[in-house]
């Protein structure tokens, strides 16, 4: 299958610092990527979509300026949490369509201290 | 509101033996259906899907069943192995119209015992 890779795996920051977040596809170009949040023993919960040269798709409930999504190129996505809180602390997982499939990466988890 | 329901957090399973995992959902817009295997701090691997159009898909170990009138899909995994111990999400999509969103139950941990 498809390969999505993220970075950093795992980071720490300081409450109101602000932490970007990569997400790419390895082998093969997505438009649509997509952001999500897990909290403990919770499902996975969808920010928003990522559209390749547009601006991002957010859920309802999802600040977009707290959020940034920047999708540069086809095989790069980035989430940025700015001015990050201690609630913020989660672990985020991208994802990536090929072909009619959703590729995810292995997750990024945050710690806002 | 959860669309997608797992309303089995947990399930314990002999080896050899046959694993039921289940899922329902409540919007009718969802047609496309996904099940996925995941680690403690992995992103989720995709297991198996099966469209609306379908009622059942197999692949190995895997199969699905789908149920539209009861809006109930289920995961059968037989024979059960130790490797199979993780957690299953199911998930569902309503195709273009959603942007091809997924979206996720809260999971069932399996455990296979040797």
Wanted: glycine share 6%; aromatic share 12%; net charge positive.
């Amino acid at each position: 299958g498809a390969v999505v890779s993220q970075h950093p795996s795992r980071v720490i920051c300081k409450s109101g610092t602000s932490v970007k977040i990569e997400c790419r596809s390895l082998d093969f170009q997505a438009t649509t990527m997509f952001w999500y949040r897990q909290f403990p023993k919770q499902s996975l919960m969808l920010m928003a979509t990522s559209n390749e040269g547009s601006k991002a798709t957010y859920e309802q409930g999802v600040e977009k300026d707290k959020f940034l999504i920047n999708h540069a190129s086809l095989t790069l996505s980035t989430l940025t949490v700015t001015s990050a809180h201690p609630e913020d602390s989660s672990f985020y997982i991208c994802s990536a369509r090929d072909r009619g499939e959703q590729y995810f990466g292995p997750g990024t988890r945050l710690t806002v201290t | 509101d959860q669309q997608v329901k797992q309303n089995s957090p947990s399930l314990s399973v002999q080896e050899g033996r046959i694993s039921i995992l289940n899922c329902d959902y409540t919007n009718s817009m969802f047609d496309y259906f996904l099940w996925y295997k995941k680690y403690p701090a992995e992103g989720p691997t995709f297991l198996i899907s099966i469209s609306s159009i379908k009622d059942k898909n197999e692949d190995g170990r895997f199969t699905v069943f789908l149920n539209k009138s009861a809006k109930h899909l289920s995961l059968h995994i037989v024979p059960s192995q130790p490797g199979d111990s993780a957690v299953y999400f199911c998930a569902a999509s309503a195709g273009r119209d959603s942007g091809y969103a997924l979206n996720f139950g809260k999971g069932t941990s399996l455990l296979v015992t040797p």
